[in-house]
C-alpha cells in the first residue's frame, strides 16, 4: 500500500502543469490612471490592418480611429490570484461592433505591459501580446480638480509609443460609475477569435491635450484621462 501511494505521489510530482496563458478567463487592476487618445487615419491606410470580416467605424470626419491607451495600476489579479502592479499599452482600431452589441469596439494591433505573469498568460493565446523592453509612466498630483502633466512611454519588439499628456485636469472624487462598460477588444487568432471584454469602476472622465508618437509619426488631439478599476474578461 505504502509503494502505491508513493508511486502515486511520484506520479503527480512529474505530472506536465497546463500553461497559465491556456487557462487565463480574467484578469484585473486597482488604483489605475490611464490616458487615452484617437489618431484620425485614412480609412485605406487603416483597412489592410484589420480583417476583412470587421467593419472599420469612422470618426465624425469620416476617418479611421486609431487608438493609442496607456495605463498603470497599482496592483493586478490573473484569474482571481494577485499579481505585481504595472503598466499596460493598447493599439487599437475601431470597428463595428462584430455581434451587434453596444459599448466601444476596436480590433487589436498590439497590446504591451511590464507585468511579466499578464505578459506570458496572454502571449500563450498571441503574438499580439508582448513584455515590455522598455516603459514609464508619471503623473502629477493626483488630486480631484488638479491640473497635471502626465507622460507615459512603451517599447516592444513590435510596438513602441509615448504619451504627453500637458495639460490634463485630475478628474473628481465622485460620482463612481459602477460596472461601466468599457471597450470590447477582437483579435482573429489562427483557431478562431480572441475578445477581451472590459468593464470598470470609473470616476468621471476628464479630458486634456495628449500628444502621442508612434512609428515616427506625432499627433495632437483631446484625449480622456481618467482613474478606474478594470475587469476584462477573456473570452476565445
Known sequence: MKLVLLVLAV????????PLGAAISSYSGSGCVEMAVIRPMPLDGARPLVPAR?????????LAQMSFAIYRCDSFSINGAPAPGGI????????????ASSARHAYLLHYV??????AQA???????????????????PRMP?????????IRSPRFEATWIGDPVKEPPEGPIEHNSKGVSFWLDRGDGQLVLDY??????????TITVRSGGVESTASGAFLRFEPTVQITR
Open 145 to 153: 480638480g488638479a491640473v497635471n502633466a502626465t507622460r507615459g512611454s
Open 54 to 62: 470587421y467593419k472599420l467605424a469612422p470618426g465624425k470626419d469620416g
Open 122 to 140: 496572454l502571449g500563450a493565446l498571441s503574438n499580439v501580446f508582448e513584455m515590455a523592453e522598455e516603459s514609464s509612466f508619471e503623473v502629477g
Open 113 to 118: 505591459t511590464t507585468v511579466k505573469p499578464l
Open 199 to 208: 468593464r470598470s469602476e470609473i470616476l468621471p472622465r476628464s479630458t486634456g
Open 11 to 18: 506520479a503527480c510530482a512529474s505530472a506536465p502543469k497546463a
Open 88 to 99: 499596460v499599452a493598447e493599439h487599437s482600431i475601431r470597428i463595428e461592433p462584430p455581434d
